[in-house]
């Protein structure tokens, strides 16, 4: 079947860098993206991996390796704002569903 | 997100009562979703429309009707709320310009229905 795995929970503090790791099982691979998510609000797309390697969107990197089927999320420099829970997804179900991981709620202190 | 109109936003039902959420694009893609998102877990299929006049069950249909009557809108129905359904729900639609096969997808801002 298919399936995604997301630590649940992740605290770092102000200005570090913190990595949110996902390992994935797919029958068919058509890429991986991330999502971020504030509480009470709706899931915002954060960045896309359709090859190996690392996409960098500012503070925001990811990276992708598919021979290990999994994907990281890093985020630099650390701000308050960036409290929320953070989520890995593919296509799944011969590519015609978006299937998301469980969540990582990250909890960014002084 | 301004592409992805969701409505209501809240919703309180009695156990029994019936009710549909509706949700509309304006960015002309074949693919709709619902998800359901309890609290602290993620996002969980519920039915989804690869194109219009067609649907297929997710990881949770059970409760839940839908339909796809146009490109525009995708609605989903619970004919007999129960209190296991109380949950946010959120309607989904890829980014029409990354093509098919996109995981990147616009998000209506939710309904949060309690069923009491």
């Known amino acids: 079947g298919q399936s995604l795995e997301q630590p649940s929970e992740v605290t770092a503090v102000e200005g570090a860098i913190v990595q949110i790791n996902c390992t994935y099982q797919?029958?068919?691979?058509?890429?991986l993206s991330w999502y971020q998510q504030h509480d009470g609000g709706a899931p915002t797309f954060l960045s896309y991996?359709?090859?190996?390697g690392l996409e960098e969107t500012g503070r925001f990197s990811s990276f992708l390796s598919r021979s290990d089927s999994y994907g990281y999320l890093l985020l630099q420099e650390l701000q308050m704002k960036d409290s929320a829970s953070y989520f890995c997804?593919?296509?799944?179900?011969?590519?015609?569903?978006?299937?998301f991981g469980t969540g990582t709620q990250l909890k960014v202190e002084l | 997100n301004a592409g992805v109109t969701q409505t209501p936003k809240f919703q309180v039902l009695k156990t029994g009562q019936s009710m549909t959420l509706q949700c509309a694009q304006d960015?002309?893609?074949?693919?709709m979703y619902w998800y359901r998102q309890d609290p602290g877990m993620g996002l969980r299929l519920i039915y989804y429309?690869?194109?219009?006049?067609?649907?297929d069950k997710g990881e949770v249909p059970n409760g839940y009707n839908v339909s796809r009557l146009n490109k525009r809108e995708f609605s989903l129905r619970l004919e007999s709320a129960a209190p296991s359904q109380t949950s946010v729900y959120f309607c989904?639609?890829?980014?029409?310009?990354?093509?098919?096969?996109?995981?990147?997808?616009?998000f209506g801002q939710g309904t949060r229905l309690t069923v009491v």
């Open positions: 989904a639609v890829p980014n029409p310009r990354q093509g098919t096969f996109s995981t990147e997808a616009f």
């Open positions: 960015m002309n893609h074949n693919s």
């Open positions: 797919t029958s068919g691979f058509y890429g």
């Open positions: 991996n359709a090859l190996d």
């Open positions: 429309s690869a194109s219009e006049g067609t649907t």
């Open positions: 997804a593919v296509r799944t179900g011969g590519g015609n569903k978006l299937t």
